[in-house]
């Protein structure tokens, strides 16, 4: 037995006993011929879009699709099957459903949809523009869409993540259903509705407002106004696009003639908050300051050794170090230093004593502890 008709056989099993009329009978009939097609439709369908949402960069929550049981289908012909002349009439016997962060990633699907799509404009539909007070779960952009290369019609639905919770909790309070709802329940739903779509608006507001903050404050950066740039994983992350330490690096990797490794520094991002800066022009300040003093500090342990590789966060490192010493951090300072960039442990304590006592005999000892 193909597996075309173990599928039917399946589906013949499970049938609903209804009763349909003749024409109802022969548009299910068309349907059990045309469901291996609808299968195949469902997944290439839904290969393309996730193929153009990832090239496009566009994140989204979920990407639904499914062909139309048998026993949806009897149901809907049962209603209103006279409507119908053939099932190629029937245009959501296929359908995708994408489900996006923000109301305005709604528009950059559908621009999508409209480049991989034939969409059918007459039988498509923007419920977001029918402003009715109790549908915000309701307003999705509809398109009724076909293959470039032809095929079957199929329905994608392309809402946002806080439109299909709405939906859901809708469907399952009934507020939707047979039963008339009283009005006094109907304008609470409808109240609910309203702030919904109100917070759907204000996060698409809100990330607008962020990104264009992002902008302002990379362009900050380049243009070397750091004093006016907040101290964050994604400004330093900016920042270190300009290498600030590579000077330093370079002197100190001269010392044995090594080769400078790359890794990355963001994992020191929480050591200079700790050390009390708060803005990119803190930590120029803080390079400026201290580069000398690393320098020296870096010279008196290398100049011992033969190392030829260096990773090039060991110029941040020893600006760390020297910056706690030179405010009187003692060892605790640099055990807590040790123990933010490595975990807590008691070989931190160890490294501690020996910069201690390599870092005695340095100027800036003596300066920021006179006798």
Same mark, same amino acid.
């Given at each position: 037995m193909d597996n075309q008709t173990k599928s039917t056989s399946k589906r013949e099993q499970v049938r609903p006993k209804v009763k349909l009329d003749p024409h109802g009978e022969?548009?299910?009939? !068309?349907?059990?011929?045309?469901?291996?097609?609808? !299968?195949?439709?469902? *997944? %290439?369908a839904y290969n393309q879009l996730c193929k153009a949402l990832r090239e496009q960069g566009i994140y989204v929550t979920a990407i639904e699709h499914r062909v139309k049981t048998e026993k949806s289908? &009897?149901?809907k012909l049962e209603l209103k099957g006279a409507k119908y002349k053939s099932i190629d009439d029937i245009t959501d016997l296929v359908g995708l459903r994408i489900i996006t962060f923000y109301t305005d990633e709604v528009d950059k699907v559908a621009a999508i949809a409209k480049r991989l799509f034939d969409i059918d404009w007459k039988e498509s539909v923007d419920k977001r523009k029918l402003h009715e007070l109790d549908a915000f779960g309701y307003n999705s952009l509809h398109y009724i869409c076909r293959l470039k290369t032809g095929g079957p019609r199929f329905e994608l639905q392309m809402r946002t993540a806080l439109q299909h919770v709405w939906s859901t909790i %809708?469907? *399952?309070?009934? #507020?939707?259903? *047979? @039963?008339?709802?009283? =009005?006094?329940y109907k304008r609470q739903f409808s109240r609910l509705a309203g702030m919904m779509e109100l917070i759907d608006d204000e996060f698409s507001r809100l990330r607008v407002v962020l990104t264009d903050y992002r902008r302002q404050t990379l362009a900050l950066v380049k243009n070397g106004q750091l004093d006016d740039v907040p101290l964050s994983a994604e400004t330093f992350r900016g920042y270190l696009e300009l290498h600030p330490f590579d000077r330093?690096?370079? =002197? &100190? $990797? $001269?010392?044995? !003639? $090594? %080769?400078?490794?790359? @890794?990355?520094?963001?994992? #020191?991002?929480? @050591?200079? %908050?700790? +050390?009390?800066?708060e803005t990119l022009g803190d930590v120029q300040q803080f390079i400026d300051e201290n580069s000398d003093d690393a320098y020296q500090l870096a010279l008196s342990q290398l100049a011992i050794t033969d190392l030829d590789i260096l990773s090039s966060n060991t110029a941040l490192q020893y600006l760390c170090l020297v910056h706690v010493l030179k405010h009187d951090g003692? =060892?605790?300072? +640099?055990?807590? +230093? #040790?123990? &933010?960039i490595n975990g807590e442990n008691d070989a931190n304590g160890m490294l501690a004593d020996l910069i201690m006592e390599q870092a005695k005999t340095q100027p800036f000892m003596r300066q920021a502890n006179p006798t």
């Open positions: 022969m548009l299910l009939q !068309q349907y059990h011929e045309l469901y291996p097609t609808l !299968q195949e439709l469902a *997944d %290439e289908l &009897i149901g %809708e469907h *399952d309070t009934g #507020y939707k259903g *047979d @039963v008339k709802m009283p =009005r006094e330093l690096n370079k =002197r &100190i $990797a $001269a010392v044995n !003639q $090594a %080769e400078v490794f790359p @890794v990355s520094m963001m994992s #020191y991002l929480p @050591v200079l %908050e700790s +050390l009390g800066l003692g =060892r605790d300072g +640099l055990k807590s +230093l #040790y123990d &933010i």
